[in-house]
Each structure stands twice: as C-alpha cells, then as structure tokens.
C-alpha cells in the first residue's frame, strides 16, 4: 500500500518528467501516464476501497492535492509550450510581401475592359456619395415598365425589343430587363429619402450588330431628396465625364429629349476632344429629373421628393474611352483580344494613383 513518502515520490516524478517534456505530443504523454485512466495517479485512488475506513479520508485528501498539482504543472506546461510553438511558426512562415509577383500564371490574367470601365465608375460615384445598389438580372414587367410611367400598351415599351419568358397563368409575364432603370423603383420602395446610388449591371435587348449585342452593360444614377434640381445633375454629370476620361475640363452638350419616366428629359453629349477626337459630339447617356408619377408609384409623396437620374451605357463608354471598335469582341471569349485589350490585375482604379494608369 502506497504511503505517504510514496506519494511525495510519485508527484516529484510526475512534476519532473513535465518540465521535462520539450513539446504537446511528448507533454500528452506525461499526462496520460499520470491522469489516464490506468495511470498511476488515478491507479492510487483505485486502492482506496482496500484501506481501512479510517484512513481513507486523510490518503484521499492526499491523492487528490497530488492531483491538484499535477494538473496545475500539465496546464502550465502547456500553454508554455503552446506559445513557443506559435513563435516559431510565426519567425518560420514569415513572407516577404514587397517581393515582386512573379512572372507565372497569375500575371497573365486580364482584367475585361467591362470590369474595368465598371471599378473606375463605382470608385467615382462613390468619392460623390454614391452607394452601389442591384436589382435581378430577370425582373417583372411592372418593374421593368410600370412603374417607369409606361402602362401596358404604352408605345416607349415597343423601342426595347424585349426578350419575355412565357406568360404565367395569371397572365403576368417575367422578362430580361431592358435597363437598369428597375433598380431605381427597387430602391424608392424600400429606401427613405436622402437616396444616393448607382446601380450597374447586365440588361438585354434583342439587337445585333457592331455596336448592339442582346446583352450589354448600363450603370444606373438615382438622387432623391428634397432639393436636388437640375443644377446638381449637370454638376454630377460633368464631375464625373472630367474624371472618367481623365481630362481637366470637358465640354458637355444638353439635348431635350423623351423618356417616359423622366420630365424634363435630356441626352447628353461630349465634346470628343475628352477623347483626342475635336469636332464631333458623342452621345454618352440619357439623364432627367425624376417624373412625379414615378415617385408616386413607389409610394413616395412627389410634392415633398424630387430629384435625378440617368442612364448610360457602360461598354459604349469602355469603347470611347479605350478606342475598342466592335462590341461583338467584347463577348467573344477570345483570349487575344483579352490579352490585347486587358488590363493588369494589379492596376486597381483609384482616383489617387490614376484611374487608368
Ligand atoms: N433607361 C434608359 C434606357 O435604357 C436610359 C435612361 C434615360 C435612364 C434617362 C435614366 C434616365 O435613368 O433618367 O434607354
């Protein structure tokens, strides 16, 4: 039967092949040949039904400080074992994270023209005050149409060469949106006024030719608040020809025209010596103030909110900006185009370090 001086023999060997133990797995061990379940410390606490009843208190006390202490030593060991290991993952996994990228694979991915015409969008509006919303690529009629002001039978519908998915029983019919102009009542509905936001995406039209494809890129501009008016547009618009095509001043064309959900309504051109071409005029997007039925279909009160919008299409600005002559290529998956017309994947569009450089 183990006495006393054992049990001081036993903790001072357990305590000493701790210290001993140089890491978790030889740590692990230790611990298991002492507190497992056939270890010699629980073995001990097996032995104390064999005791006569008046010594069991005193040696289970005994055992159960040993215990104690031995648990203490096991944790403490640990976590110094554990901190160590991580100190020498972290002096090992070190990276140089100012080493070049190294010519490979990933140096030959491209950015599409798109993506990049879109980044160098979002991070000017945004520097406006602007917020990125999204709407589905495939939307209802009444969203799509209705609510833009223009009814069932309302002739603007019959410009946008819809692709329409079969009708469902009740008679309504799902289409591929025609612009991103939905986006627009999406967020009235949901959005209190100060509202701020661009919405760019993918919409559809049954067209093709150089500079038609039945699915091409638009970016959406909404401002509705109390006092926004068509001074602010202009500005908003001009800031944002001045930054996009990178130039200190571009001269900018107003024409009055027709959109059923913006009254008045106008086109915009450009100057196109922005772009290294003087003496033409290029159309870049359709604008106007907000139509007062339009906020009311969105249940806003049109006498308390106004405010503007526009429309402009994202790869016709790619291929004036970039000088890319057909849009068809754009959407051909061809890599040398790609390669050609690409841009480096390490060139983030700021306007800090140049939008295009
Ligand atoms: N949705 C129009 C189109 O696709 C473009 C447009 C014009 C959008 C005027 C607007 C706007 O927001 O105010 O032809």
């Keep these: 039967m183990s ?30 040949a002492a507190l497992g379940k056939k270890g010699r410390v629980s073995e001990l606490m097996a032995q104390l039904g064999k005791l006569p009843p008046d010594e069991r208190k005193a040696f289970g006390a005994s055992v159960n400080a040993v215990k104690a202490k031995v648990s203490d ?37 491209r950015i599409h023209p798109v993506s990049q015409v879109l980044d160098e969008c979002i991070e000017i509006f945004a520097d406006l005050g602007f917020e990125v ?30 692709f329409y998915f079969n009708p469902k029983p009740d008679g309504s019919r ?14 009235m509905q949901t959005k209190t006024p100060p509202i701020r936001i661009i919405a760019p995406g993918r919409v559809y039209r049954c067209d093709s030719d150089q ?7 638009q970016i959406e501009g909404l401002v509705i608040d109390e006092t926004t008016h068509m001074g602010h547009l202009k500005w908003v618009l001009e800031e944002f020809a001045k930054a996009f095509f990178e130039v200190d001043n571009v001269t900018m064309r107003f024409r009055a025209s027709h959109f059923p959900f913006t009254e008045p309504s106008m086109e915009v051109d450009i100057d196109a010596s922005a772009i290294g071409k003087p003496g033409q005029w290029l159309e870049i997007l359709g604008c106007g103030m907000v139509h007062p ?41 061809d890599l040398r185009w790609l390669r050609h017309y690409g841009f480096s994947l390490l060139d983030q569009p700021t306007l800090g370090g140049g939008l295009s450089s």
């Design 3 to 32: 006495s006393g001086t054992d049990l001081t023999h036993l903790e001072h060997d357990v305590l000493e092949e701790i210290a001993a133990a140089t890491d978790l797995a030889a740590l692990d061990v230790v611990r298991v």
């Design 174 to 187: 799902l289409l591929l949106r025609t612009h991103t102009s939905p986006v627009q009542i999406r967020t």
């Design 293 to 333: 039925n339009v906020i009311a279909n969105c249940g806003l009160d049109p006498e308390k909110y106004q405010g503007f919008a526009f429309g402009m299409g994202l790869d016709r600005i790619a291929m004036l900006k970039y000088g890319l002559p057909d849009l068809r290529a754009f959407f051909s998956a």
């Design 211 to 217: 500079t038609h494809t039945p699915m091409f890129h």
């Design 133 to 162: 919303a999204e709407g589905p690529d495939i939307e209802t009629d009444d969203l799509n149409f209705t609510k833009l002001n223009m009814p069932a039978e309302h002739p603007a519908r019959q410009e946008h060469d819809t």
């Design 73 to 109: 030593a096991l944790d403490e060991r640990r976590s110094m074992l554990e901190a160590a290991a991580l100190t020498t993952r972290l002096t090992h996994e070190r990276e140089d994270i100012t080493l070049p990228v190294r010519a490979g694979v990933a140096l030959q991915g």
